[in-house]
């Protein structure tokens, strides 16, 4: 029989579960005519076990040692990236409500004590003391006619930041925060990927 060709792209991250028969299909993009596809789709790869830890790399070659032991006559081409990251998934416990409220309350607090700080700082009622005089001719220790604005604007100004009402996504643009978290989390799986893919090396020099 002819060579089939195979082209395969490894996704960036996958999720799993205990005891999940993890098969190239769950990992990788696969173009190849229908019966080839579907072949090369249920070629097992790994076995979650409880022993895993929660994070599993497989590298597009264990993808293609497989694929060659089972479909010799096979081509594979490869694309993207070199590892594909398996987060296995453990259900956890449902919180309960008394930790939620006090993790919520300290986290308020903590937040009102950091701009309460800030503006300590900045020395901000002096400054809203001082525009105030400068636009009413008046001097006034409580111009509450800027401090009252100024607050629900500083709410409304974290709301448009986080681009978050709630779990309500205002626009289809990534806070600040979701793209901080996104670059924090490319860097943890490259860091992975080289951990684990070091740790390899060192096993089969070992051996």
């Known amino acids: 029989m002819k060579d089939e060709m195979v082209y395969i792209r490894m ?4 999720q799993a579960t205990i005891s999940q028969n993890v098969k190239i299909g769950d990992l990788a993009q696969i173009v190849a005519n ?3 596809r579907q072949l090369v789709s249920v070629i097992p790869i790994h076995q979650v076990i409880k022993e895993d830890k929660k ?3 497989i590298d597009v070659m264990k993808v293609i040692k497989a694929i060659n032991e089972k479909y010799p006559n096979f081509e594979v081409q490869t694309m993207g990236v070199a590892q594909t990251i ?3 998934f453990i259900k956890k416990k449902s919180i309960k409500p008394v930790y939620f409220i006090a ?3 300290l986290l308020f607090i903590g937040a009102g004590l950091a701009v309460m700080n800030f503006h300590e700082d900045v020395s901000m009622q002096e400054v809203h003391q001082k525009l105030y005089e400068i636009i009413t001719g008046e001097e006034n220790p409580k ?3 800027l401090q009252i604005p100024y607050s629900i604007g500083l709410g409304l100004g974290m709301i448009l930041f986080f681009n978050h009402l709630f779990k309500k996504r205002i626009n289809e643009e990534p806070s600040p925060l979701e793209v901080e978290m996104f670059n924090y989390q490319q860097a943890l799986d490259h860091y992975v990927s080289v951990h684990e893919n070091s740790e390899s090396e060192t096993k089969i020099n070992d051996h």
């Open 34 to 36: 229908d019966d080839v």
């Open 55 to 57: 994070l599993i790399v």
């Open 11 to 14: 996704r960036h991250r996958v």
């Open 86 to 88: 398996i987060e296995v």
């Open 103 to 105: 993790v919520w309350l």
């Open 143 to 145: 111009p509450l006619l």
